[in-house]
């Protein structure tokens, strides 16, 4: 009974690849986030997108593309990995006059 | 650009000891702080603050915001191993008739509390 499951929870890939990370809540919440979290443990947003509309969009390089097929689900898309994507990456969801659920991470490393 | 100072940025004390995490934030239209427990994966939610000076407890957690100092503090008493984690504050701007779907969460770097029995 996973609130927000992401998928893979591990990815290792080559540079110049192009990989997918899978996110989906059960929650019935409208709003869903990316948040990349560095080898510092510095959590940052990504993006966010409420009722399937993106609505934050931080300064990320357009290698990342989101997505968003129903409410229910936000994917990320990465073209061109490079070394420096290798992170944490989290998906979260809100309903609004309440916090986060973070989903437990999807630790990309990019070789 | 909003920010948000923890310290410190690593602690190590002893099963039993009182420990005090700091936050401290410069936010347009401040709007709520929030406090995370991560251990090895998710962050886990801990207290969401909006008011000045009401102090919210769990267990042997609390914590409290001083909206005056821009700061809030965590407290945890009679420490244990199992609080051995990183402990996030994240702040949230805009206002309140926004609608709350541009809830952003500015994070700290987090604090490392090591518990050692």
């Known amino acids: 009974d996973t609130a927000v499951s992401q998928t893979p929870k591990y990815l290792v890939t080559q540079m110049g690849n192009d990989k997918s990370i899978k996110c989906e809540q059960n929650?019935?919440?409208?709003?869903m986030y990316w948040y990349k979290q560095d080898s510092k443990k510095f959590l940052k947003i990504m993006f966010s997108?409420?009722?399937?509309?993106?609505?934050i969009n931080e300064t990320v390089p357009n290698r990342f593309s989101p997505k968003s097929p129903d409410k229910a689900h936000l994917n990320l898309h990465i073209n061109s990995l490079e070394l420096g994507d290798s992170a944490v990456y989290f998906c979260?969801?809100?309903?609004?006059?309440?916090?986060?659920?973070f989903g437990s991470g999807t630790r990309l490393t990019v070789v | 650009e909003d920010k948000v100072v923890q310290s410190p940025l690593s602690l190590v004390v002893h099963e039993g000891d009182t420990v005090t995490l700091n936050c401290s934030y410069e936010?347009?239209?401040?709007?709520?702080l929030l406090w995370y427990k991560q251990e090895k994966k998710a962050p886990t939610f801990l207290f969401m603050l909006?008011?000045?000076?009401i102090e919210k407890k769990s267990g042997r957690l609390s914590s409290i915001l001083d909206k005056k100092e821009l700061s809030s503090i965590l407290n945890i008493t009679a420490t244990q191993t199992g609080d051995s984690a990183i402990y996030l504050c994240?702040?949230?701007?805009?206002?309140?008739?926004?609608?709350?779907?541009?809830?952003?969460?500015?994070f700290g770097k987090g604090t490392l509390l090591t518990v050692n029995p």
């Open positions: 979260a969801s809100r309903r609004a006059g309440y916090g986060y659920t």
């Open positions: 929650l019935g919440h409208d709003t």
């Open positions: 997108y409420n009722n399937k509309e993106l609505i």
């Open positions: 936010v347009t239209n401040f709007r709520s």
């Open positions: 909006t008011s000045s000076g």
């Open positions: 994240a702040v949230v701007p805009g206002r309140w008739n926004s609608g709350g779907s541009n809830y952003k969460l500015t």
